[in-house]
């Protein structure tokens, strides 16, 4: 098995420090257990990986690889991504959330990579006898974050590891473990932290014992958090007592008591989560519906559209 740990941030500062004391941790773990991995380092931070086009030709893969049409060093990091069983990522929370370069490279891999609309085409194409799918697209993955940020106050970096989870939800990948690594500025340097660097090896320790393991048997490494599926604390409110994890997509009903705000995530709820088959199937199901609203009426306005978008495409506004 292989674990590919990821750093986003700066060469040789905190995001590769934390990084490699995690690969560490699972290196510690496989020799331990006997499970035999294989660990892989890279750092990204110079990497050229740009923003999704929207194009839709990933979608296509006539010989059965998904491949974007852009020809940067994202396909170097989506070929080590498939190839691994278990991925930490490390990375820099910058204006209070993921750095750009992790939003564009989930971008690129999580919609081209979804795994409802996968399994969906992989049966398509076995009825058709066409090239099937690269099996790696099959496969369950296991991950671990860590959300690096300076600041103290934990609302500096609140959108750090919510957003980390928007790299497994696609592929139904499982999380194990995360940390909200803030306070970096206090703190320094990691190697001045000894009971952080010792949660991030236990990080890396946690994973590696979960490769292979049923997702409902892992074990979980990190705070309990509000929601019990990605274990954080954002919630969307809306004046109701529902509330929903914007992370998961999952509603819960409010309650108080002695003070306490408490919510309950039925468990029907927890099975339809985002990063479930259940929820990517509801989320493809959602988009073939829209498809067959919006098809007919793009044929039916076809003549009025193409006006429109003509008026609109003539308008170029600029500074004098
Ligand atoms: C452009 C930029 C924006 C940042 N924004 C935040 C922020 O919103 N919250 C925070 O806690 N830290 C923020 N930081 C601090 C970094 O998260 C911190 O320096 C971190 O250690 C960088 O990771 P590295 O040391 O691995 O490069 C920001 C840093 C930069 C360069």
Redesign the pocket.
Known sequence: MKVLGI????KN??????CKQALMGVEAAAKASGKEIEVEFINT?TMDIEQCRGCGACSKAPDGKIKCILKDDYLELEEKVLDADGIII????????IVGQLKNFLDRFGAAHDRASMIDEQNKRRQDGRPLLDERYFKDRYCSYIA????WTED??CL?LPMMHLFSCSQAMKVVGQINA?D??RKTSPFLDPPMMADVFAMGENLANNLGVPYEETTWFGKEGTCPVCHLNLLMVNGTDTVTCPVCGIHGKITVEDGKLRVNFPKEQIARARNTITGLNEHHAEIGEMMRICIPILQEKKEFLAEKKKEYMAYKPKWS
């Open positions: 750093s986003m941030g700066r500062e905190r995001s590769d420090i934390y931070v490390v990375a820099p929370v910058y204006s209070v959330g690096v940020g300076g600041a500096w970096t750090g803030n970096q500025g």
